[in-house]
Nanobody, 121 residues
C-alpha cells in the first residue's frame, strides 16, 4: 500500500509564511507528478501547484510569486512554501501524487488526508 502524510498547516497572520510537507511511503517504484490542491469552504477543490518528476513547476495564477513547490525524490516528499499569505488562501490543503507501485507497476493517483491552513488576524 501507499500512503501520503501531510504536515505543516496551522494559523498564520496575513503576510506570514507556512511550509507544508507531504511524504509518501509504502510500495513505491516511482513517483510522477506531485501536486498541491486546496479546498475552501463551499468551493470546489482546485489545483494550486504541480511539480513534475524532473522538477518543472506550474502554479495557479492566484499564488504565482508567493508559493513555491519543490520535491525531494530521495525522500518521496513534496513541499509547498507559502509566503505573503492572504485570508483568501484559507483552505484545507491536500497533496496528491501519481505513483507507480511495486505490486502491479500501474500509475495510480494517491491523496493525503489534508491539512488546514487558516490566514487570519
Amino acid at each position: 500500500q501507499v500512503q501520503l502524510v501531510e504536515s505543516g498547516g496551522g494559523l498564520v497572520q496575513p503576510g506570514g509564511s507556512l511550509r507544508l510537507s507531504c511524504a509518501a511511503s509504502g510500495s513505491i517504484f516511482s513517483i510522477n507528478n506531485m501536486d498541491w490542491y486546496r479546498q475552501a469552504p463551499g468551493k470546489q477543490r482546485e489545483l494550486v501547484a504541480r511539480i513534475t518528476k524532473g522538477g518543472s513547476a506550474n502554479y495557479d495564477d492566484s499564488v504565482k510569486g508567493r508559493f513555491t513547490i519543490s520535491r525531494d525524490n530521495a525522500k518521496y516528499t513534496v513541499y509547498l512554501q507559502m509566503n505573503n499569505l492572504k485570508p483568501e488562501d484559507t483552505a484545507v490543503y491536500y497533496c496528491s501524487a501519481n505513483i507507480v507501485n511495486w505490486n502491479n507497476f500501474r500509475a495510480v493517483d494517491y491523496w493525503g488526508q489534508g491539512t488546514q491552513v487558516t490566514v487570519s488576524s
